[in-house]
């Protein structure tokens, strides 16, 4: 029995649906839909303007007229009758761990005084690559988690992240981007996790159970068809159809809700064929909730309420909105209240919209709010936060292993590994190019360096970054390191460039480290908002690699990217090219390991890197006519200069054959693949080892190559481990032309190897049987058996 002065939604003995109830039930209309509303306090965007000098700095986003809208409404008046959400309280303004604790208690309180049943709100923040605020560790950005085929790790970095943001006071995080690459122009494929939607589901689902084994809620972005858009452009249009929608984009978030738990997931901000995702009923109620069982809440991407309106011009203002997007499934609007206002009571009371849409709403963030404690009797906002060292070493050594496994080795070339035994001794070293002194080039658009730090210029990184350089002069400690970066990541500015070219022509050898910078809404080359008109590298930087290459010294290519840039021009006249995508602030000194020789390069690419800068898109999932089975169709070149899963090595690995298990299954069935890998070489190392589905005929268009399995292997010199994948027959389903999800009967080849080009493996498989529909109850995941083999052969 409850405590006399315990509220009856306070008793913990009672579910938390039943709780939520009793609340929802004592509130009036007023109260439940203020739980919908949100206020972001500290969002100084708006306030700054666009400086002369524009490569480091942050530019304000666009849409101003909707930034005024939230941002003019105190706090208090914003949570008169309660609020749902606390947007970015440590996350918008450099705070120290003191400064940002204070901060939370401050505007809990602010809330509670306003909330008649003393309901807190929900603080959420921005994740991605490690807790967005002031001195917090930063990760490799999420393109470096595809790279280390390593959902493992990926969910222990998650684990760290939210235990920071629970010490913080934080209940959800704005990650993962579940998204999946289409077009490599667009300028948030640094956020993404890569190009096919098994490896993003797999690693992304990591990610979501790492943050909520914290306590941490987890959300997924963007729903859906965001990376689809036109021309990779920013919110543009998305054209896909239904098939591509169901088979490519969902899958991810499907997955990491069926096998995570996931408890978020925001809408998108683009339309689909039309209709805006955040409009689309079928989107978030039929299909998320009806189909797919999704008991969490959803939130509106910042501004997507408005935007609906303002931007797509769906309703006529922004109570229309507001009620499109409550119909539709939207819970929550964030990063302020301007849809879900006192517009909908209007609505509500001249019945043009019903009060159980908005209690349906209410109920389920109520829910999320029981579950994390908020309206338990003892909860204080006090007690909500607790001291935490937010760049832990145990934070900087996780950092640093994920740097490492992300590098991805292209091409060892003449150069590489730059130290051993049968290499010369390095005399002097050139180090050049705009990545090479800027630590910040190791950093995606949602850390908070560059994403908050530029307004504030006065202030420092507020965690120790080493570049590049420093990192380089660090690990070739006998080398005379001589430096000049020749150019900006930006611009047209080719003054550096001669003298560039003397360092290097005077050196033995010339590492030159080029790619991003990244930033927002027009001031990064990579970032929200900084899509590329296409794949050359940024500013004058292949102009200053040719020169370099001209003067005759050896060059080895160090790209840092948050998207793959076309490379085929420099292939032949490079020394060594090594890929890294934006590896955080340990990635100075992974890349150098890379490059000495002390670190094993074992990272693959979760996207192609292009052999040209246009013939978008150039993802490997293609059917016959898009890949290059239609040569001479076109005079497009399909074949990239490295393709998805590629990564080189200091050492060698054979692949055996592929062992089935039957060679015959029923539509229903099972059957398990095992494929033997050995190092072949002298040290120990990683090797990927990829499964790919190839449909021999379907009733549709299918990718000729799908990854179905994969798993990251150590090995010493000479040892082997037999690889096992135990594949259901529902691996095998897709979308048919009535658009139902169906295995059917068929042959299907199984391709085994360490790259979507490379697969030595095979085997066939015939499936027998009546074609069966499956839904959200089918198989989703490849599981994985590793089982070491003996030096006589045997297991």
């Known amino acids: ?187 948030r494929v640094e956020e993404t996790i890569g190009e096919d939607p098994y490896l993003v589901a797999m690693v992304g689902s990591a990610y979501v159970r790492g943050l909520q084994s914290a306590g941490v809620i987890a959300t997924l972005k963007h729903f859906a068809g965001y990376s689809a858009s036109r021309a990779g452009r920013n919110h543009g249009p998305v054209s896909i159809g239904r098939r591509e929608l169901l088979d490519i984009v969902l899958p991810t978030f499907e997955t990491a809700i069926a096998t995570a738990g996931a408890g978020s997931v925001m809408t998108s901000y683009s339309d689909l064929d039309g209709l805006p995702a955040g409009a689309d009923p079928w989107l978030f109620t039929q299909l998320l909730r009806e189909e797919w069982g999704f008991d969490g809440t ?187 970066a020749g150019c900006s990541v930006l611009g047209h500015d080719r003054s550096g460039i001669a003298a560039a070219v003397e360092a290097a022509r005077g050196a033995d050898l010339c590492v030159a480290y080029v790619g991003d910078l990244s930033g927002l809404f027009g001031h990064g080359s990579s970032g929200e908002g900084c899509d590329a008109e296409d794949l050359r590298l940024p500013g004058v930087q292949a102009e200053l690699l040719n020169a370099l290459f001209d003067t005759g010294t050896p060059v080895v290519v160090v790209v840092v990217s948050g998207r793959p840039y076309a490379l085929g021009e420099f292939a032949d006249r490079a020394a060594g090219m090594v890929q890294a995508f934006m590896p955080g602030q340990e990635g100075g000194a992974a890349i150098a390991g890379v490059l000495s020789g002390r670190v094993m390069p074992g990272g693959k690419l979760p996207v192609q890197i292009p052999q040209h800068i246009g013939g978008q898109p150039g993802t490997y999932l293609q059917p016959a006519l898009g890949s290059v089975e239609s040569a001479g169709i076109s005079g497009l070149e399909t074949v990239p200069l490295f393709p998805f899963g590629f990564g080189a090595s200091y050492t060698s690995f054979e692949i055996g054959e592929l062992r089935l298990s039957a060679t015959e299954i029923p539509t229903d069935g099972e059957v398990t693949a095992t494929v033997r890998v050995r190092n072949t070489g002298q040290r120990a190392g990683d090797e990927v080892v990829q499964l790919y589905l190839h449909d021999v005929v379907a009733q549709v268009a299918r990718p000729l190559k799908l990854l179905i399995g994969f798993a990251r292997v150590s090995l010493e010199p000479g040892a082997a481990v037999d690889v096992t994948f135990r594949v259901d027959a529902d691996r095998t389903a897709y979308t048919g032309p009535d658009l139902r999800r169906i295995v059917e009967a068929g042959d299907i080849e199984l391709l085994a190897g360490n790259s979507s080009i490379d697969l030595p493996a095979r085997g066939t498989v015939r499936l027998t049987g009546p074609t069966r529909v499956v839904g959200h109850d089918r198989t989703m995941v490849t599981p994985v058996g590793l089982a070491p083999v003996s030096a006589a052969g045997g297991e």
């Open 298 to 484: 959803v939130v509106s991407d910042y501004w997507a309420v408005p935007f609906l309106a303002t931007m797509h011009k769906v309703a006529a203002d922004t109570d229309a909105a507001g009620a499109l997007a409550l119909t539709a499934g939207t819970d929550v609007e964030l990063p302020d209240t301007i849809g879900f206002g006192e517009g909908l009571l209007e609505l509500v009371e001249s019945g043009e919209l019903s009060e159980e849409l908005i209690d349906r709403a209410a109920r389920r963030l109520l829910v999320q709010k029981v579950r994390l404690g908020l309206l338990d009797a003892d909860w204080t906002p006090e007690t909500s936060v607790k001291p935490v060292d937010l760049d832990s070493p145990a934070n900087r050594e996780l950092a640093r292993e994920i740097a490492e496994r992300s590098v991805v080795l292209l091409d060892a070339g003449t150069a590489l590994p730059l130290l051993g035994e049968d290499r010369p001794a390095l005399g002097r070293v050139a180090v050049v190019g705009p990545c090479a002194a800027n630590p910040k080039t190791f950093m995606g658009c949602y850390a908070f360096p560059n994403h908050v730090l530029p307004r504030y210029p006065d202030r420092d990184l507020g965690i120790d970054v080493p570049s590049a350089l420093d990192a380089l002069r660090n690990e070739l400690d006998s080398a005379e390191i001589v430096h000049e």
């Open 1 to 187: 029995m409850a405590a006399p002065d315990v509220r009856p939604w306070q008793n913990t003995a009672l579910a938390a649906e039943e709780r939520a109830g009793l609340l929802l039930d004592e509130m009036t209309l007023p109260e439940k839909l203020a739980q919908l509303g949100s206020r972001w306090i500290g969002n100084d965007m708006a306030e700054h303007d666009r400086p002369a000098e524009a490569e480091e700095t942050l530019n304000v986003a666009p849409m101003q007229d909707v930034f005024a809208q939230g941002g003019a409404v105190s706090l208090e008046d914003a949570s008169r009758h309660g609020l749902g959400h606390l947007t970015r309280v440590w996350g918008s303004v450099p705070l120290t761990v003191e400064q940002g604790a204070a901060e939370v208690v401050r505007q809990h309180k602010v809330v509670l005084a306003g909330s008649r049943l003393g309901v807190p709100a929900l603080v959420h923040e921005e994740c991605l690559t490690g807790f967005t605020t002031y001195g917090a560790t930063v990760y490799p950005t999420a393109l470096a988690w595809g790279a280390t085929f390593d959902p493992e790790l990926v969910e222990r970095m998650a684990g760290a992240i939210g235990r920071d943001l629970a010490a913080a006071g934080v209940h959800q995080g704005l990650s993962p981007v579940l998204d999946v690459v289409r077009d490599y122009r667009w300028g």
